[in-house]
């Protein structure tokens, strides 16, 4: 059905995949780098070509460690689900192994035909691919079953063209039209409308009050100390100083998401903290859980550190706070709160 509508509402490129008119641009790679990636897949595999050109993306795009959180969903293999800002498919594919259907929807052309390929190599005929802007994604008369959210509300704040490389803490004066949080919301709102009764949100997000941040470690997205959990007002005045723009990236604490969540119409939410982070779980645990058998390496940050001496410094000083932090996770109640990421379940 939701193929159907597909073919009936959007125009399909010669490689499979659907196109809404409405595109942008959200990478880790600039447009010259994406498109010699892509250029290279017809005479490399997917897993070649990142091993070639980008080793350090590997495990980024392929780990199996990735897909952890899904567990969370307790799939049973006949849903339509929908992976909202897929990128490379790190959740779409899996998705498409344990589903019925998967729509992957990302404003990048580039990121979606390197998914196809990876699709077609592993024969997946169960996975369709949507270029469109997620802040603008229309109503489906076909309802999802589940819709994935791995990464990206925090970006739908964002306007214009991301090229990590050129935004990561570097700056460049901008200024945005909408409320941060409005803007999330609308789209949350949209997405819940697209779901079916029985339909769940799977959300992954790094916490606002993630404890690395209170010991020097910067925000994850705009690259600059405190403005995570300092007062909205404050952290655009900083982001302003030095990076040009305001800050509009906005993470939640535990409380604060689920809030967001239900203010979306969602009536139910599962709230799980995530150690190192929801990129590569080693731990999920739900927030009412307890800590007693959190170890020092589940604290360890996915930070790739290519100076030596930093990377020394960092192994020892790391090493140190990771135990640290693991005692008094385990032994406080309240610094459940301050668990790096959280991944949300959300109940229609």
């Known amino acids: 059905m939701i193929r159907c509508e597909l073919e009936k509402n959007y125009q399909k490129s010669d490689d499979s995949l659907f ?144 090229e990590l490389k050129s935004y990561y803490g570097k700056f460049s004066e901008k200024k945005y039209s909408a409320d941060p949080r409005q803007q999330q919301l609308d789209f949350l709102r949209t997405l819940h409308g697209n779901l079916s009764d029985r339909g769940k949100l799977y959300l992954a997000i790094e916490n606002r009050y993630d404890y690395k941040m209170f010991i020097g470690f910067k925000d994850p997205h705009a690259n600059l100390h405190f403005v995570s959990f300092l007062p909205r007002r404050i952290a655009n005045w900083i982001s302003k100083w030095r990076l040009g723009r305001p800050y509009v990236t906005w993470i939640y604490s535990f409380n604060g998401l689920k809030k967001l969540i239900k203010e979306a119409g969602f009536s139910k939410v599962d709230l799980y903290m995530c150690f190192p982070d929801y990129r590569f779980p080693e731990k999920i645990i739900p927030l009412n859980g307890s800590l007693k058998d959190l170890r020092p390496q589940s604290l360890a940050p996915n930070i790739v550190v290519t100076n030596v001496k930093r990377n020394i410094f960092r192994r020892i000083v790391g090493g140190i706070y990771r135990k640290l932090f693991a005692r008094i996770l385990r032994t406080m109640k309240s610094t459940k709160y301050l668990a790096p990421s959280i991944i949300a379940i959300g109940h229609k």
């Open 19 to 162: 196109l809404s008119g409405d595109h942008g641009y959200w990478s880790n790679l600039d447009r010259v780098e994406n498109d010699e990636l892509v250029a290279s897949l017809g005479q490399k595999s997917t897993k070649e070509a990142i091993r070639e050109y980008y080793p350090d993306l590997f495990d980024v795009i392929f780990s199996s460690k990735r897909e952890a959180g899904l567990e969370l969903l307790e799939l049973k293999g006949d849903e339509a689900c929908v992976d909202l800002g897929c990128m490379w498919g790190a959740l779409t594919i899996p998705l498409a192994r344990r589903c019925k259907h998967v729509l992957g929807i990302d404003q990048t052309l580039n990121s979606l035909k390197f998914l196809g390929a990876r699709a077609r190599e592993e024969e997946l005929d169960n996975v369709d691919l949507l270029c469109a802007n997620l802040k603008r994604l229309r109503s489906f008369d076909s309802k999802f079953d589940v819709a994935v959210v791995n990464g990206v509300l925090e970006w739908i704040p964002e306007e214009g063209p991301i």
